[in-house]
């Protein structure tokens, strides 16, 4: 049964920073594109940030660029997200995703609310 728990939210000025962790279960990590996405209430959920799986290189939203680095440890079946320079318009809750590389299929952690305060 995969697994993913995301843990590391929080409430934050405005300008400081917050690093996500998600740790996984059930699943070949490394075989699997990591991604972090975020909703706003009302709003539908939007990705933040990709971990490709076997070793290509990170994909970021445009608000993320710059201030977000996604990064994975395939030893600890781990994948994070440092956020700097959060902004209000960053609160949301982040959710930790996993896809499989060849079965395209998605599973979804329970997420973790970030709150960022003017």
């Known amino acids: 049964q995969v697994q993913l728990v995301e843990s590391g939210g929080g409430l934050v000025r405005s300008g400081g920073s917050l690093r996500l962790s998600c740790a996984a279960s059930?699943?070949?990590?490394?075989?699997?594109?990591m991604m972090w996405y975020r909703q706003v209430p009302g709003q539908e959920r939007e990705v933040v940030a990709r971990s490709a799986a076997f070793g290509q290189g990170p994909d970021y939203s445009n608000f993320a660029k710059g201030r977000f680095t996604i990064s994975r440890d395939n030893t600890k079946d781990t994948v994070y997200l440092q956020m700097d320079t959060l902004q209000p318009d960053d609160t949301a809750v982040y959710y930790c995703?996993?896809?499989?590389?060849?079965?395209?299929?998605?599973?979804w952690g329970k997420g973790t609310p970030v709150t960022v305060s003017s």
């Open positions: 995703v996993a896809e499989g590389y060849f079965s395209g299929i998605k599973y």
């Open positions: 059930g699943l070949h990590f490394g075989g699997f594109h």
